[in-house]
Structure formats: structure tokens, C-alpha cells
């Protein structure tokens, strides 16, 4: 028997043993100190170990780092948990015991009413037969500054100034329109400014605010890597703007660099439009990858909680009858009866005859709006009884931009 707890303050050392032999084993043993490895960054989430059951003094079998956010879903704040740092000795390895702290995670998750699970994969095939799902998609962009050139001759002379990390209200204005497009946006709290977005692991980023008439209307943070003259890229880590002019306006920024940088590297998601506003599209480089990847905790408590502005409009109560697979836990394989009525929902299980057949997967990216259910019955990840089914899915799930910007 193992036992799933938080790493006492002792326990921090093994901690950075194990992640750093998991994520960086090319530096070699490294020597811990706290002082600089235990950062604000880092002390963001809860770490978590999977000890031997009842010696106290043993050190984790493998551990993880918990983060508790609240994330934007249907249009609505929702509490969900972020996975990281998920790391294990070779001694502890091919033994079950990430599959143990995955499902002990989850049962933390539920504990805490959290409806989502989310993370950043080392391998997407992993997690998947663990029933995470791809969340949504990203693109990166990279160009010569000279292919933005065009967005400084649409721009009237846009002011710039720039900003700290004691600044972060000014920029959270913007974020937060701008994450209001997209699902699964990270409500940030001003910790989460100053120590996941505004500091780094390395160089802590420039971060320069656009303003309009006064007010913030965008924002970029960057750095610009490269120690010499011709082999320098400007690498954006987060943009953001209210308006499309604004957008412009950012390029163009970005385009003034020409003098310093070689390369200009832009993120984001998957509707973003350079690629239709530059006139010379061949000289930007667009690569699309998959991002972050998602699972429901609980499937009565989360599809009882999230809103169904879809079904608002019907004068009758939306009811399917689920059966959902789940390979990790046994409280999400079965059959469920959901029922959707002036836009709220019931779920709860049920000795019933399904009508729908998904596996949990397949369900997370319903529930998200990051796949629809024709895609889904299309590629063989969800059946229905008829076409009617499937209507009543698509109308109560219906796709939408998913856009999890953050990296833990």
C-alpha cells in the first residue's frame, strides 16, 4: 500500500532530485539550495509525494506539484487543478506508481470540487490512456522583422511605455478582455503576475503596455535571446490586444527591432491572422502544435455544473443518457442520465440504457468545446443511437475557441 500527502518542507530536496533528474538530466547532479531553487515562482503550487504506507521518514516513490486555479468554462468561473512536475526515480519506474499518483490526484481534485484536471504532457500518449484529451491547439509564429513592416505603415505613431511587475493591474485590464474570447483562460491572481508571467526561470522578460487615449489597449512581454548580432530572435511570450488597430500596433513593435533582432517569434491561438494580414506570407514560418491537455474529474458534478446557454431557449428539458469509459477511476465508468432544463443541469447515474457512448476523453473535450460532437462521432470517439442524439449534443456542447495560455 502507498500513501498520497504533501512533501513536508524536508522533503523539497528529494523534490528537486527527482524533477531535475526527470526534466534536465543533461546538467548531471545538480546540488540543491533552497535559496534558489525553491523560487515564488515554484512556491505556486502544493507538491505532492506517493510514499511507502506508513514509514514516515521514507522518501516519495514520485512526486508532483498541485496548482488550484480558476478557469474560464462555458463562459462561467470554474475552480480546476493544474498537474505538473510529475517525476520519479529510475529505481521507482514501470511499477505503477505514476498511474497510482494520477488516480490519487484525481481523488484530491474531487475532494476539492475541482471539475477539471489540466496539464502540459511530456507525452501526450501517456496521459491519454489515462484519459486526459489535447485541450486545444497552438500556433507559433517566426519572421524577419522586415515581414511586419506592414502593420508600422497601417499605424498611426502608436505610444508605448514600459512597465513592471508592479504594474500587473494595468496589463491584467487587457488580459482579461482578451481571455474572455477563449476557454479555459486562468482567472490570475497577482502572484500569478508577478511570479509565472512577469519573472522567468532565467532573464526576467521586457514588458511594454500599448496605450490608447491614456488606457491600456495591449500589451507584450518578451525577451530577446541570443548573444550576438545576427543570430538574435525576439521571442514573444504573451500578446494581447483589445481591437484589431491594437493588434497592428503590437506588430509594429515588434517590427521596430529590425536594427536589433534577426528573428521575431509570435504565440498564439489557433484564429490568430497573420498569416491573412501579411502581404508576404511566404517569409513567416507558421507551425501549429498541440498545447495543454484536459480530463474531467467527476462527470456528475461537472456536467452538473457548467451552464448550457444553448439549451436555454428550449421550452423542453434537454435528456440524454450517457455511458462513459474511464480507464483510472471507477466513479466515472457508467452510465449517466443528464438532463438540461432553462439552460442548468442534473446528472447522476442511472441503471438506464445509454443512448450516447464516449470515453471520458472524448467527454473533457465536449465539455470544454474544444472538438464537437460531430467530429467526435466522425473519428469513431463517440456513438449515438440517431441523428437526434447527436443534435441534442451539438446543441448543448457546442464547439468553441479554446486558448490555455498558461505553462506549469
Known sequence: MVEYRPLP?????????????????????VAYDPDEHETPRLRLGSPRGLYEDGDRDAEPRVVCRQYWLEATVRGDSHPVAGLASVASPPESRRKGMVRTLLERSLEEYRDRDRILSVLWPFQYEFYRKYGWETANNRVRYACPPDALAFATAAVDDPEFVAVSSDSYDVLDDVYQRHASEYALSIERTEAWWRH???????????????????????????????????SR????????????????????????????????????PTDSSLLDLTPNPEAVECT?????????????SALSAVAYPGAGASERPCRLTLSVTDPLVEWNDGTFALEVSGGAATCERTAGEANVELDIGALSQLLVGSRSAADLERVGRLQTESASELEVLESLF?????????HF
Open 9 to 29: 518542507d524536508e522533503g523539497m530536496r528529494t523534490f528537486f532530485e527527482y524533477t531535475n533528474y526527470a526534466f534536465a538530466p543533461q546538467t548531471g547532479p
Open 288 to 300: 501549429v502544435e498541440t498545447g495543454p491537455m484536459v480530463r474531467i474529474v467527476d462527470v456528475e
Open 398 to 406: 457546442p464547439e468553441t475557441e479554446v486558448y490555455l495560455r498558461e
Open 233 to 268: 530572435t525576439m521571442s514573444v511570450q504573451e500578446l494581447a490586444a483589445d481591437e484589431h488597430d491594437d493588434y497592428l500596433s503590437l506588430l509594429s513593435f515588434c517590427h521596430t527591432h529590425d536594427s536589433q533582432v534577426d528573428t521575431v517569434e509570435l504565440p498564439g
Open 196 to 230: 509565472r508571467v512577469l519573472s522567468n526561470d532565467g532573464p526576467d522578460p521586457f514588458v511594454y503596455v500599448l496605450e490608447r487615449n491614456g488606457s491600456p489597449a495591449g500589451y507584450l512581454v518578451y525577451t530577446i535571446d541570443g548573444e550576438e548580432q545576427g
